[in-house]
C-alpha cells in the first residue's frame, strides 16, 4: 500500500492546499468571503468592516441658511427692544415735568411753562373708536369672506377677492380725504336723524354741532380694514377640510348649516386673530382720523357730536409745534401706543398657533 501524500500549505510543493476557512466555525468562510475588500475612508481612516458615514462640511449651505435665519430673528428682537428703550428714554424727562396726572389728566398742554398733558382722553378715543369700527367691519367682513369661499362662482370670487384686496393698497391720506370731504356730508345728515329720533340714548344725544366726530373716523375706519380681515378670513375658511364639509353634506345639512357646524368652527381662531390684526391696524392709524376726528380732549361716549381724539392722530397734529417737553410728552403718548399694538399683536399671534391643525393646513 502506498503512503498518505503529506498536506502542506505551500502551493509550491504540489501538496493539498488547505482553504482560508478551513478549520473555522460554520458561516465564518461565508462572512470572510461577504467581507468588503478595503474598509479605508478616501482619507486614509479605518472605518472598520462597517462602514460609516461620510463627515458632514463645517460650513455647509444649511448651517448657513440656519444662522440666517437665527440673525434675522434676533434682529426683529433687538429692533423692537430699541424702539421701547428709545421711547423710554425720551419720555421720562417729559413724565418728570408734567404737573397733572399722566393717566387721567383731560387735556393737553406740555408747550407751556408748567407742561400738564395726560393720556387718558387720547387713550379712551383710541380704543372706542377702533372698537367701533370693528363692530361695523367684522360681520361684513365675514360674509364677504363666506360668500367668496363658499358661494361665488370661482372666476367670480377670485376677481372679486382681488378688488377687496386693493383696498389695503390704498394709502390713508386718500381715505382721509374721501372721509373729510365727500362722506361727511351723509354722515352729518345721519347723525341728525339719529340726534332726532334716538336722541334720548347718551351716544346718540347732544345739541351739535355734527359730523367731525367719532362716528365718522370709526365709518372710515372700518373701511380701511375691511379687506385686512376679509382676506385672511377668506384664506381660513378655504383652508377646512374637505371631508368635514362634505360629511356635513353628507347627513343632509344644508350649504348654511355646513358652514355653521364644519367652516365657522375650524376657521374661529383664524378668524378672531384676523380681527384682533385689523384691530392693530385700526389702533395705529394716523392720517385718516386726523383728517375726520373733531380733535378734542374730553372723555364721552357721544358718537355723533363734534370731538373725538386718538393717540396717533394727536401725533401727528401736535408734533410740528411742540417745544422739547412737547415732542417728550408725544413720545411718551406714542409708548403706550406702542405698548397697546404690541399686546394686540402678540395675543393674535397666540390665537394663530393655538390649534395645531389650523397652523399646519395654513402652512
Sequence with gaps: MG?????????????IRVAPGHGQPAGASARVAEAPVSTRTP?????????????????GAERAFRGLTLAAGTAVL?????????????????????TENFWSYEGWAPNETQPKFGIGALAFGTVLSSALALLMAVPVALGIALYLSHYAPRRLGTALGFLIDLLAAVPSVVFGL??????SSPVRDFSIWLNTHVGWLPIFGGDGPFGASVLLGAL?????????????SREVFLQTPTANEEAALALGATRWEMIRTAVLPYGRPGVIAAVMLGLGRALGETIALAMTLGITFSISFNLIENGGNTIAANIANAFGEAND????????????LFTITLIVNITARAIIYRRREFTESAA
Design 78 to 98: 433687538v429692533i423692537i427692544a430699541a424702539i421701547a428703550i428709545f421711547l423710554i428714554a425720551k419720555a421720562v424727562p417729559a413724565l418728570r415735568a408734567n
Design 3 to 15: 503512503e498518505t501524500p503529506h498536506r502542506s500549505a505551500d502551493a509550491g510543493t504540489g501538496g
Design 178 to 183: 374721501w372721509g373729510r370731504d365727500v362722506f
Design 220 to 232: 372710515v375706519l372700518a373701511i380701511m380694514v375691511l379687506p385686512i380681515i376679509t382676506s385672511l
Design 325 to 336: 417737553t412737547g415732542r417728550g410728552a408725544l413720545i411718551a403718548s406714542g409708548l403706550v
Design 43 to 59: 482619507g486614509g481612516g479605518d472605518l472598520g468592516g462597517g462602514g460609516g458615514l461620510p463627515r458632514a462640511r463645517a460650513f
